[in-house]
């Protein structure tokens, strides 16, 4: 998809995208739905995968293009870390 940066890129040099609203595609790989207020959407591309947080309903197994904006070293607590977290998913494609 035009537009669309690369998980790989994402996971090699996040700080490269810190605080920036990028547009990432793959495969959803696992969903967990309404945890904080939001769905949790694992996406996998190239044997890369990224953590995206979102109102929309994807389905895992489901191809899709997201743009959110990345953020970095995000804990929760609860053994709920992010090294890479892409937050404010939006369903593109």
């Keep these: 998809v ?3 940066t ?3 890129d994402l996971v090699a040099n996040p700080k490269k995208f810190e605080g920036k609203t ?3 595609s793959g ?3 696992k969903v967990n739905s309404n945890i904080m207020g939001r769905n949790w959407i694992h996406l996998k591309d190239a044997g890369k ?3 995206i947080t979102t109102d929309a309903p994807i389905a895992e197994g489901q191809d899709v293009t997201v743009l959110g904006t990345v953020a970095l070293d995000k804990d929760f607590g609860s053994g709920y870390q992010y090294d ?3 937050e404010g ?3 593109v494609k």
């Design 84 to 86: 890479i977290l892409i």
């Design 89 to 91: 998913g939006r369903w």
């Design 27 to 29: 495969k959803c790989t």
């Design 6 to 8: 690369k998980i790989a």
């Design 49 to 51: 995968e990224v953590v």
């Design 22 to 24: 990028i547009q990432v």
């Design 2 to 4: 035009p537009g669309t």
